[in-house]
């Protein structure tokens, strides 16, 4: 019996060993279990969503943080060679390039998104009365430095707004010392809009402005890259080269850049439109008379693209731009618009490859 419980003992310690030997892994080897790792938690940011703009400039259809509400203000700008590089066209929204006496071109330069207002703008120069009737087509106040008799007696007889550097608003104008008269008068948008306040012009005024695509156009290789514009004189040759990556045509005269005075920026535009108007011949003087409400061919060139149509004297008074009957879409950005003479058909004032 003695034997017995002896064995079943000696079984009994052999099974705790067993037991203690499992306990410690496989062979007596330690298994070390690694510990649990927390991941920090990482706060991810959402791609802010780009909104729409609230408000679109009426004249560029670019996006505005707020309404320009500022009436419109074109300056009659002298575009002889002297008064080359003028100041502040690249910051203007259209820009009209017209005929005037003699077959010298003047520039008339549409200001009423742009929120600077005391860069130089100039040299300014006389009045006429079609450039009259353009300033009107857009209800906007008109800046200039003396006028012919017809334009004088238009402004006076129908009560336009306008700020005259030599007959009612000198002190909002100056001469510059760094060129001759009369190529050295400037303004500025701060001196026009004092101006415009003190004789109690409309200062604020609504406008539909242009119709611009709904998207904007990326900028491509256009079949159009170069465009020449014939005027009249072989002076006053004026060139387009198409910047493929901006989407923009650089603006040259007599194959020179014609360049911002302000800050030596070749000017640039995104629309190029091209009308015909009948010109008359007025007097020895070789003033002229603009036909801008009989309507017309027009041509639009965006993006290397070309649009034929028409253009004509709308209701509202806009010199507006249609084809098939439809006002046409430009594309966003600014525009020069150039009057031809209907002496011959509008491909051949302007060629292009």
């Known amino acids: 019996m003695k034997e017995f419980r002896r064995l079943k003992l000696g079984i009994l310690v052999l099974l705790a060993i067993s037991v203690v030997g499992c306990g410690n892994g496989s062979a007596g080897t330690e298994i070390n279990v690694p510990p649990t790792v927390t991941s920090p938690t990482v706060e991810v940011?959402?791609?802010?969503?780009?909104?729409?703009?609230?408000?679109?400039?009426?004249?560029?259809?670019?996006?505005?943080?707020?309404?320009?509400?500022?009436?419109?203000?074109v300056v009659l700008i002298n575009n002889l060679a002297p008064a080359r590089p003028q100041s502040g066209l690249s910051q203007a929204d259209v820009i009209w390039?017209?005929?005037?006496?003699?077959?010298?071109?003047?520039?008339?330069?549409?200001?009423?998104?742009?929120?600077?207002?005391?860069?130089?703008?100039?040299?300014?120069?006389?009045?006429?009365?079609?450039?009259?009737?353009?300033?009107?087509?857009?209800?906007?106040?008109?800046?200039?430095?003396?006028?012919?008799?017809?334009a004088y007696a238009i402004l006076q007889r129908q009560k336009k707004s306008y700020l005259d550097e030599i007959s009612n608003a000198g002190s909002y104008f100056w001469r510059s010392k760094d060129r001759k008269a009369p190529h050295n008068l400037y303004t500025n948008l701060k001196k026009l809009r004092e101006g415009a306040n003190k004789k109690s012009y409309q200062t604020e005024l609504y406008v539909t402005g242009y119709k611009f695509d709904e998207q904007d156009t990326e900028p491509q290789v256009g079949a159009i890259k170069q465009i020449e514009v014939n005027f009249q004189l072989k002076g006053y040759r004026v060139g387009y080269q198409y910047d493929d990556i901006k989407g923009t045509y650089l603006r040259s005269i007599n194959d020179e850049p014609h360049i911002d005075k302000n800050n030596d920026e070749q000017i640039s535009t995104t629309n190029l439109i091209f009308i015909q108007a009948e010109h008359k011949v007025l007097d020895n003087e070789g003033r002229l008379s603009v036909d801008l409400d009989s309507g017309g061919d027009a041509l639009i060139i965006n993006h290397g693209n070309t649009i034929e149509g028409n253009w004509i004297r709308a209701e509202d008074g806009m010199i507006r731009f249609l084809q098939n009957g439809m006002e046409i879409s430009l594309a966003k950005g600014k525009s020069i618009i150039h009057i031809l003479p209907k002496d011959k058909p509008i491909t051949e004032h302007v060629i292009w490859e």
């Open 45 to 73: 940011t959402p791609t802010p969503t780009l909104s729409a703009p609230a408000f679109k400039a009426a004249f560029t259809g670019m996006g505005l943080e707020e309404a320009a509400k500022s009436a419109p203000i």
């Open 97 to 150: 390039e017209v005929l005037a006496e003699g077959g010298i071109t003047r520039l008339v330069a549409l200001f009423q998104s742009t929120v600077e207002n005391e860069f130089n703008i100039g040299p300014v120069r006389s009045n006429r009365p079609y450039f009259i009737d353009l300033a009107g087509s857009y209800g906007a106040i008109i800046a200039h430095a003396g006028a012919s008799n017809d």
